[in-house]
């Protein structure tokens, strides 16, 4: 099945560094999400982008869609100690009938932040 | 607005035993999922409902596991019989039938 590729894996900073992670797949997309997971909690909708080459914020999140249909990066800006957990980004594709298939996620970026 | 929700939190049992997992997605989603995420990895999809319809379980072991959403709202999975393997978090994700999907809490299932 498709595969997401996403890195870096984990990343130890310091509090008020920015972040950036991405993900790249072989195959097409029609759409990338990006969600955070705290422990023993659900995946959380962070951005949602539709078009290629889209750049999308949400506060001191912002997400972009790649051209190719096959990667999109996530930023954090002026990290804060409530942004420590695991990030996945997914992808989908639309299926013939309307409706939307399951997501394909990458394993996930640890975000842990440093006092 | 009240989010998708999943019961139980948390599950234990041997292997071999049964167990069910029940999830009621958000007022008004027609499209609900099932989702498997094991441990350090991202959740992997079990099975797609569209309303009352299983339209994709192509990834669901068939020969164990079984799903239902019988009124095309809420959803349960089943297991009969666990193994040691199945010990997991299942999630339950819904949507309005477009890519924005809203996940439950999940059910953490140790299979001992």
């Known amino acids: 099945g498709q595969q997401l590729n996403q890195s870096p894996q984990s990343m130890f900073i310091q509090e008020g560094e920015d972040v950036s992670m991405n993900c790249t797949s072989s195959s ?3 759409t ?3 969600y955070k997971q705290d422990p023993g909690e659900g995946p959380v909708l962070l951005i949602a982008l539709y078009k290629a080459g889209e ?5 001191r999140l912002t997400a972009q ?3 190719t249909r096959k990667d999109s990066f996530l930023n954090i800006s002026a990290s804060i ?3 420590v957990g695991i990030y996945f980004c997914a992808g989908a594709a639309m299926y013939s009938g309307g409706g939307a298939d399951g997501l394909t996620f990458g394993k996930g970026t ?3 932040i440093q006092p | 607005e009240a989010g998708v929700v999943q019961s139980p939190r948390y599950k234990i049992i041997e292997k071999k035993q049964p167990v069910a997992f029940w999830c009621n997605p958000i007022s008004g989603h027609n499209t609900l999922y099932w989702y498997l995420q094991n441990l350090g990895q991202g959740p992997e999809l079990l099975i797609r409902y569209e309303n009352e319809e299983a339209v994709d379980d192509s990834q669901l072991p068939k020969d164990r596991f079984s799903a239902e959403r019988l009124k095309g709202v809420d959803s349960t999975l089943k297991i009969q019989p666990a193994e040691l393997g199945d010990s997991a978090v299942y999630l339950c994700a819904s949507s309005l039938g477009e890519d924005e999907q809203f996940f439950g809490p999940g059910t953490r299932l140790t299979v001992l």
């Not at chain 1, 750049?55 to 506060?59: D, E, H, I, V």
């Open chain 1, 28 to 30: 097409i997309f029609n």
């Open chain 1, 32 to 34: 990338w999400l990006w």
């Open chain 1, 55 to 59: 750049l999308t914020s949400n506060g």
């Open chain 1, 65 to 67: 869609f790649g051209i």
């Open chain 1, 81 to 83: 100690p409530s942004d």
């Open chain 1, 110 to 112: 640890h975000l842990i």
